[in-house]
């Protein structure tokens, strides 16, 4: 089992890129530009890179 993603991580959702911006009683919200929504199965989401990278990145 790949270890669930942590706010600030770029993953990947059904082939779109966004970054977990909260985890709110349990449900993983997902950012895109200005769009929100809700990570049907956290168990699916794949880190593109974590929060650690995506600072180290400069962004």
């Known amino acids: ?4 993603p ?3 991580d770029e993953v990947e959702d059904a082939g779109r890129r966004a970054i977990l911006t ?3 009683k349990g449900v993983y919200l997902l ?4 769009s929100e929504w809700p990570a049907p199965d956290p168990e699916e989401l794949r880190v593109t890179r974590t ?3 995506r600072i180290a990145d400069g962004e």
Do not use: H, K, T, Y
């Open 31 to 34: 950012r895109s530009g200005p």
């Open 6 to 8: 942590e706010v600030g």
């Open 22 to 24: 909260d985890i709110r």
């Open 51 to 53: 929060r650690a990278q």
């Open 1 to 4: 089992m790949n270890a669930l």
